[in-house]
């Protein structure tokens, strides 16, 4: 079966979110390009993944990379916490990396908390319990974006190296997703640093040495969106961040998030968002603790 691509529906606009799931019945394989953790809170979780199963017990943790196609195999009575969170939410610029730099690392590191040091497995158990009681908590967006920076460092810098399975042993669907999530990369990585600069179809299917046509059905084949309406969503989400996190004015922030025009911004923000700039941030001011 050919992994199908999962599109998570995000909260507001903060690429990440955490719930409950039990195992009572299957996950067919499937990708996405969202960071996914898994931690067993009751009896067993069984998950598939790069042709080999494992059996998670309460208190493991097992993480699944972007792009990377894995399922998950019925476990009666048994109950997992969900962690889903997309690399986009990072300021790569400020970090002073990438999004593809990340995507690697993160590759290459062991994913399940039986080969952890126990000192990083508490820490990241931690920093889940933090997140999961943030997730549905008002305001405490500060909260879960720091607890998220603070997760990334950790897998990052602390988890063991993994050494890979020989290219040869990789099956071919595996090799696809992989290769797709390469070039998908590439496209958000490119959109996370030109984001406020004018960006066309021609200029990103360049950078993948596709004609437009072709990487217009590619895109839109492997994100279920069109590239025009993601690009779109990515300037809303900054748009969004910078309306609560700032005070710049309307126009300043048009122009820092690659709209056209402050008309532009001020439609195509209320359409999508129900609310105006302004009332936005008002909104947004009033929900927040004093």
């Not at 050919?2 to 690429?15: A, D, F, Q, V």
């Not at 066309?200 to 069109?226: E, H, V």
């Not at 922030?253 to 923000?269: L, Y």
Request: net charge neutral.
């Amino acid at each position: 079966m050919t992994p199908y691509i999962e599109l998570p529906t995000w909260p507001e606009r903060l690429p990440f979110r955490a719930f409950y799931n039990d195992g009572s019945g299957p996950v067919y394989p499937h990708r996405h390009r969202a960071i996914e953790i898994i931690e067993a809170v009751t009896n067993q979780t069984r998950i598939g993944v790069a042709g080999q199963t494992y059996t998670l017990n309460a208190g493991d943790i097992f993480f699944f990379p972007s792009g990377q196609p894995h399922y998950f195999l019925p476990t009666p009575n048994s109950i997992r916490k969900v962690f889903q969170f997309d690399l986009s939410l990072y300021d790569f610029q400020l970090m002073q990396t990438s999004l593809t730099t990340m995507s690697t690392a993160l590759a290459h590191r062991t994913q399940w908390s039986h080969t952890w040091p126990g000192s990083v497995t508490k820490e990241v158990h931690r920093l889940l319990a933090g997140l999961f009681k943030a997730a549905d908590a008002p305001n405490a967006r500060a909260t879960v974006i720091g607890d998220l920076y603070l997760l990334l460092d950790c897998f990052v810098h602390r988890l063991p190296y993994m050494a890979g399975p020989p290219l040869e042993k990789l099956d071919r669907s595996t090799l696809q997703a992989e290769a797709i999530t390469a070039q998908l990369n590439m496209v958000y990585d490119y959109i996370d640093t030109h984001y406020w600069q004018p960006i066309t179809l021609t200029d990103i299917a360049d950078l993948l040495n596709f004609n437009p046509q072709y990487f217009a059905r590619f895109f839109k084949r492997n994100t279920g969106s069109t590239f025009g309406h993601f690009l779109l969503d990515y300037r809303l989400m900054k748009a969004s961040f910078t309306l609560v996190g700032s005070d710049a004015t309307m126009p300043e922030i048009a122009e820092s998030c690659g709209f056209q025009s402050v008309k532009t911004f001020h439609h195509e923000f209320k359409q999508h968002m129900g609310l105006s700039p302004l009332n936005y941030r008002k909104a947004q001011v009033t929900q927040s603790p004093n």
